[in-house]
């Protein structure tokens, strides 16, 4: 059963725009949060984290938000770059058990110039 | 330039054969991981070393052995390969099991035929 979901298979947006990736989780214990971007080719690349005493957290054009009581958090990019165009893969972990995080299916973003 | 390097980067086997990918990371992390990743699936964690001299199974060991060689090298054995085995697999280290930056290896594309 997945505990880290990204319904969303696919998102295509247009440069300058901003991008909205969602990742909702289902284990209450998670309390640590993760993006990670990978290009074709790649390994992963980690891009933005939060913990869940917070539930914002900046780095420059990337932001993530965390609501604890819908289970749910977003990466927003803006303004989106065809540089931008890869695999997002959202994380989740639990610092009380294995702090192992549990990775979701991945969003394809495609940015269009 | 510092990483995680993964040999080899291509590979395909016929049904039965073994084979051992290796991973060796110069960063002096303590912490390895191995994931594979499927279409669709995500990345599901094989075997991890929170040390040196431990390893533990992740979600999907099955077919699997590991061996953590000393603090750089952590090697993924197949003893008897499965076309269920084909995947792309990565190798990932951490400063300690609690830190959640990973940094991974650029991938071995695994083919079982």
């Known amino acids: 059963d997945q505990q880290v979901k990204q319904n969303s298979p696919s998102l295509s947006v247009q440069e300058g725009r901003i991008s909205i990736l969602n990742c909702d989780y289902t284990?209450?214990?998670?309390?640590?949060f993760l993006w990670y971007k990978k290009y074709p080719a790649e390994g992963p690349t980690f891009l933005i984290s939060?913990?869940?005493?917070?539930d914002k957290n900046e780095d420059g054009r990337f932001t993530v938000f965390l609501n604890k009581s819908a289970k749910h958090l977003s990466l927003h990019i803006v303004p989106s770059q065809p540089g931008d165009s890869a695999v997002y893969f959202c994380?989740?972990?639990?610092?009380?058990?294995?702090?192992?995080?549990?990775f979701g299916r991945g969003t394809s973003l495609i940015v269009h110039p | 330039n510092a990483g995680v390097t993964q040999t080899p980067k291509f590979q395909v086997l016929k049904t039965g054969q073994s084979m051992t990918l290796q991973c060796a990371q110069d960063?002096?992390?303590?912490?390895m991981y191995w994931y594979r990743q499927d279409p669709g699936m995500g990345l599901r964690l094989i075997y991890y070393?929170?040390?040196?001299?431990?390893?533990d199974k992740g979600e999907v060991p099955n077919g699997y052995n590991v061996s953590r060689l000393n603090k750089r090298e952590f090697s993924l054995r197949l003893e008897s390969a499965a076309p269920s085995q084909t995947s792309v697999y990565f190798c990932?280290?951490?400063?300690?099991?609690?830190?959640?930056?990973?940094?991974f290896g650029s991938g071995t594309r695994l083919t079982v035929v």
């Open positions: 990932a280290s951490s400063e300690s099991r609690g830190s959640y930056g990973y940094t």
């Open positions: 284990n209450s214990m998670f309390d640590y």
């Open positions: 939060i913990s869940s005493i917070k």
């Open positions: 994380a989740a972990s639990e610092s009380g058990g294995s702090y192992i995080p549990t």
């Open positions: 960063m002096n992390h303590n912490s």
């Open positions: 070393s929170a040390s040196e001299g431990t390893t």
